[in-house]
């Protein structure tokens, strides 16, 4: 099983751009898939991007696809995920998961190791 912590959450204004990281340990992390989730205060934990074991495929939560961009580097057992463009509503707890498959899984039920969260609360 692979352990896996967040960073590069904080509080920023409206317009600005963060890149969340999370950074893997134990397992091959290369033989996992890998997602971005988020939970807002108040609301259900909802998905937002997804990426295969090998990088090649990604998938994204609707209407989120323009303004965030999953990716990982596996040589330094990382994922990112960039989000551009900030706004109040994207406020949220975000975490990465990992799932012991290598096609993207948009289901949270389909991971298996969940990290801590970053909070990313956005200033209007």
């Known amino acids: 099983q692979v352990q896996l912590v967040e960073s590069g959450g904080g509080l920023v204004q409206a317009g600005a751009s963060l890149r969340l990281t999370c950074a893997a340990s134990g397992r091959i992390f290369s033989n996992y898939a890998m997602g971005w989730f988020r939970q807002a205060p108040g609301k259900e934990r909802e998905f937002v991007a997804t990426?295969?074991?090998?990088?090649?495929?990604?998938s994204y939560a609707r209407g989120l696809q323009g303004r965030f961009t999953i990716s990982r580097d596996n040589a330094k057992n990382t994922v990112y995920l960039q989000i551009n463009n900030l706004s109040p509503e994207d406020t949220a707890i975000y975490y990465c998961?990992?799932?012991?498959?290598?096609?993207?899984?948009?289901?949270?039920?389909?991971?298996?190791?969940w990290g801590q969260g970053t909070q990313v609360t956005v200033a209007s």
């Open positions: 990426v295969s074991a090998s990088g090649l495929s990604s």
């Open positions: 998961a990992a799932a012991s498959v290598r096609d993207t899984v948009v289901e949270d039920a389909g991971y298996d190791t």
